[in-house]
């Protein structure tokens, strides 16, 4: 039976956690998903490796970056963070990132978070489930989360 992580924070100004549950139970009905809340982003990756280490397959990771220098130096810190745990554990976690200042108003800013959140829960899926070619298919093709897909340069 797949398990799959899903870690969010109280310091996000979008659910997404909710989002990501219902993209990966409608992409794989089967998994169990256990969803673990931290308040912010630095509390991250100690949430992903418990789940990890509990059984989880992968684990998806929502944070939110607020706008100044400071919050950005805690995301590089909770990235290494992330990156590190990935290694030592041999498991994907996928990083859902949202930055404040990514676009100039609230609408776009969580239109472009549904967006990031939907298209990697279903990467993991994909990378959990299917295995490390099932996005090869894809592979050079310029896709983005949270925007529209750049595309391949002919
Ligand atoms: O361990 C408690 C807090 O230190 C931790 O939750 C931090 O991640 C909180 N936090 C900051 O201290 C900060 O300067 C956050 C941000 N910035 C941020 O931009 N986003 C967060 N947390 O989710
Ligand atoms: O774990 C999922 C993503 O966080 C991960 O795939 C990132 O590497 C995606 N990514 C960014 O989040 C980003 O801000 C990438 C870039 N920039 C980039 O410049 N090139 C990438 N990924 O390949």
């Known amino acids: 039976m797949r398990k799959y992580g ?28 256990i969803r673990y809340t931290v ?10 490796k418990r789940l990890l280490d509990e059984g989880c397959d992968g684990v998806i ?10 919050d950005k130096y805690s995301y590089l810190a909770t990235s290494i963070g992330l990156i590190i745990t990935q290694v030592l554990t041999s498991k994907h976690i996928i990083d859902v990132t949202v930055h404040e200042d990514e676009v100039d108003n609230e609408e776009k ?26 996005l090869t298919p894809y592979a050079g093709k310029g896709l983005r989360q949270g925007y529209e897909n750049v595309g391949p340069i002919d």
Do not use: C, Q, Y
């Not at 100004?13 to 992409?27: C, F, L, P, Q, T």
């Not at 990031?116 to 993991?124: C, Q, S």
């Not at 990378?127 to 070619?133: A, E, F, H, Q």
């Open 61 to 70: 990771t929502l944070g939110w970056v607020g706008k100044s220098m400071l």
């Open 6 to 33: 899903v870690v969010d924070t109280t310091f996000s100004r979008v659910d997404m956690g909710s989002i990501a549950i219902k993209v990966i139970r409608a992409e794989d009905p089967d998994a169990e998903i």
């Open 39 to 48: 308040p912010g982003i630095k509390d991250i990756p100690v949430a992903a």
């Open 109 to 134: 800013l969580k239109d472009l978070a549904i967006d990031r959140v939907t298209k990697h829960a279903k990467n993991l899926v994909k990378l959990v489930r299917d295995g490390r070619n099932a």
